[in-house]
Each structure stands twice: as C-alpha cells, then as structure tokens.
Nanobody, 123 residues
Framework: ELRESGGGSVEAGGSLRLSCVGD????????MGWFRQVRGKAREGVAS???????RYLDSRRGRIAISRDRATDAVVRKMNSLKPEDTGTYYC???????????????????WGQGTQVTVSS
C-alpha cells in the first residue's frame, strides 16, 4: 500500500513537497512515479525515478519539479516550485512491478497506486 502526504492549498508562486511511503521497503524496491489528475481528464505522469536512478519529467513541468528518494524514510519525494493554478489536481504516487528497472510517465505501466493527495493552487 502506498500513502501520499503533503498536499494542500498554496498560492501561485509557492512551493510544495509531496511524499509517498509504502509498506516495508516498497519504495526502494520499485521504480516510482508521480501523477496528476483533474476531474474529467486522464491521469498524466509528471515525474518518475527508476531503480536505475534515472529521472523523467513531463516537459511542461521540467525545471519546476524534482523527484528524489529519501533513503532514510524509504519515501519518494516530489518537490515543485513556482506553482501555477494549472498545477491544481489530485497527485498520486505509484510503483511499477518489481522487475521494471526504469521509470515511466505512462500510467498504464504502474500496478500499485496510492489514494492521492489534493493540491490546489490559487491565483
């Protein structure tokens, strides 16, 4: 089971740090991703980090977002700066199957999902 935390309301230009932890050492054993979804639209990948350490980012978020692993807490962290109203949505973390070395921004390549945390950016 994956659990996200750190969502909330923030003004445009602000920053947020989202964290995702799993049972046991789930995060350290999987390639992980962060996804955003707004009502009525498909879930989109915004960042991923593979077991190989390679990071992938949605082009429109590149430069404002960073994904990392926190080894001490076995969490995957997503930091985002210069938030915009269009960043509003529900953010999910997800894990790929254990055999997958690489991260991905495609939701269909993930099999284990958290419940999501809401981020609202006001102008």
């Amino acid at each position: 089971e994956l659990r996200e935390s750190g969502g909330g309301s923030v003004e445009a230009g602000g920053s947020l740090r989202l964290s995702c932890v799993g049972d046991g050492d789930t995060v350290s054993r999987h390639s992980m991703g962060w996804f955003r979804q707004v009502r009525g639209k498909a879930r989109e990948g915004v960042a991923s980090v593979g077991l190989d350490g390679h990071e992938r980012y949605l082009d429109s978020r590149r430069g404002r977002i960073a994904i990392s692993r926190d080894r001490a807490t076995d969490a995957v962290v997503r930091k985002m700066n210069s938030l915009k109203p269009e960043d509003t949505g529900t953010y999910y973390c997800a894990a790929r199957p254990p055999s997958q070395l690489f991260g991905s921004l495609w939701p269909t390549s993930y099999t284990n999902w958290g419940q999501g945390t809401q981020v609202t950016v006001s102008s």
